[in-house]
């Protein structure tokens, strides 16, 4: 053996063993448990060993290794979903988690999470209940619906819909409504998996009543309309209308069923936000079933509704893949709670985080912007400049993809132009300890205030940053 080789295998043989670090750490011992300290010794050592063994060794002195122990185990216990500042001025952002919830759900949660509850038991009789009532008077109130049910989400709405009342059958659908929702759903592979054939009616840009009507015979199970909530078909074009497609169903005495997808409860116009069918105006008009999402401009937990005809309800709930769809306790005490808060229509703007963000004003957003503005101009220094911008916000999720906010950004462009500069800051932001998310556009690193509720938090967040 050579110098070289000799004094490596002395590095390596210097190397304590996991159980003498293991003596060495009782307090991490203590706090983590032996296995995970084990774990993490092991990770260390190897490194180490690593290091020597490619020529570039680490500092291997006891006390540099348990240093690494300890760090390795700090991070091994942070949760890897954690929250993140949503400063990218998309208010439901399906990456980052879509709606968040009010407290008042968040309690609901908590309570059946940690306690024994009458999920499927009725109070009354002492028999077993139905966890659906804890939320189907409230669908209906809120919808004008006869009766409802709820599910996963929306994408598992549609599917057992379309699985329950045309299987082995025809589904007419326009072309101009043949959805892509964020790559993995799309209606043509839905209906296929529901087992049931999509019958594409009309042109992209125009679908006509006569196509639809031309599209029914025997086979044929329901007509469907889906809202393009994530674009615009626009220019010369042409789409039935729900009361037509009503009239058209209820001629073959076949149903009609629309996927709204966001699905508001409220009007939006009239809180000032752009036009969205709300869904009891959709039952209004005739639809039979509505399908829509709990997480998207409802502003609840993750799940899917259905609401509309009883029989048809009836069918859906008695469908076995019901049971695989079906809500856990925790969703369907959130949904409730936030379905409550619309009970109210004074205090819901206040209460549910999703319309609050929506209808903060330009102005409130502004003011934020500038109180902030002193403190992220001071932790970046003189590498960039910062300044408060007018912006954009989007609703998100495929709602309203046409329609923007207006909003206030506080924008960051590096000095030298460079955008290297630009999105290393960007990647920077990412690593704090509650990740700071915004967007690039333009040059500049826009930071869009829209969803920023803990100020303070944003600030103490800052204070910890260094170039
Ligand atoms: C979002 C959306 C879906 C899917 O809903 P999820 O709740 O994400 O499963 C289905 N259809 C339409 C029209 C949508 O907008």
Redesign the pocket.
């Known amino acids: 053996m050579k110098g070289p080789e000799l004094k490596k295998n002395q590095l390596l043989r210097e190397l304590p063993s996991v159980d003498k670090l293991l003596l060495a750490l009782p307090d991490s011992v203590a706090e983590y448990g032996a296995q995970a300290v084990t774990q993490a010794a092991r990770k260390v050592l190897q490194q180490a060993r690593d290091s020597i063994l490619q020529d570039t060794p680490l500092d291997s002195s006891s006390a540099a290794l348990k240093l690494r122990i300890a760090s390795q185990l700090i991070d091994e216990a942070q949760p890897s979903l954690k929250p993140v500042f949503n400063l990218t001025g998309t208010v439901l952002h399906?990456n980052l988690g879509?709606a968040i919830m009010p407290l008042s759900a968040v309690d609901a949660i908590v309570t059946v999470a940690t306690q024994y509850s009458n999920l499927e038991f009725d109070l009354a009789t002492g028999k077993r209940g139905d966890r659906e009532t804890h939320v189907e008077q409230l669908i209906c109130e809120l919808t004008g619906a006869e009766a409802a049910t709820v599910v996963?989400?929306?994408?598992?709405?549609?599917l057992l819909v379309l699985n329950t009342l045309a299987m082995n059958k025809e589904v007419p659908v326009s072309r101009g409504e043949l959805?892509e929702?964020?790559g993995s759903?799309r209606?043509p592979e839905?209906m296929q998996r529901a087992n049931c054939t999509l019958v594409e009616v009309g042109a992209t840009n125009r679908t006509h009543l006569k196509d639809y009507r031309e599209a029914i015979n025997e086979h044929t199970a329901l007509l469907m309309k889906?809202?393009?909530?994530?674009y615009r078909v626009e220019g010369f074009t042409k789409e039935v209308t729900e009361t037509e497609l009503s009239q058209l169903s209820s001629e073959f005495d076949i149903p009609f069923v629309m996927?709204?997808?966001?699905g508001s409860l409220v009007d939006f116009a009239k809180l000032g936000l752009p036009a969205e069918p709300t869904a009891a105006w959709t039952l209004e008009r005739g639809a039979d079933l509505i399908?829509?999402?709990?997480?998207?401009l409802l502003g609840g937990p993750?799940?899917?509704l259905i609401a509309g005809r009883k029989d048809l309800i009836d069918k859906i709930k008695k469908n076995p893949l019901k049971r695989a769809l079906r809500l856990d306790k925790m969703t369907l005490a959130g949904i409730a709670e936030v379905l409550k808060l619309y009970r109210d229509p004074d205090s819901l703007l206040q209460k549910l985080p999703t319309l609050r963000h929506l209808t903060r004003n330009q102005a409130d957003i502004r003011d934020q912007a500038l109180r902030i503005l002193p403190a992220l101009s001071q932790v970046l220094g003189d590498t960039y400049q910062v300044t408060v911008t007018d912006s954009t916000s989007q609703v998100g999720?495929?709602?309203l993809p046409t329609e923007t906010l207006s909003s206030a950004s506080l924008s960051i462009s590096p000095v030298s132009g460079s955008d290297e500069a630009l999105k290393s800051l960007a990647a920077q932001l990412r690593q704090l300890d509650r990740p700071i998310i915004g967007r690039i556009h333009r040059g500049a690193l826009l930071l869009d205030l829209r969803c920023l509720d803990d100020e303070d938090a944003l600030l103490s967040q800052l204070k910890l940053f260094a170039l």
């Open positions: 399906t879509r996963n989400n929306n994408a598992a709405a549609v959805v929702i964020g759903f209606i839905v889906v809202h393009t909530s994530n996927d709204l997808g966001s399908t829509f999402s709990g997480d998207k993750q799940s899917g999720s495929g709602s």
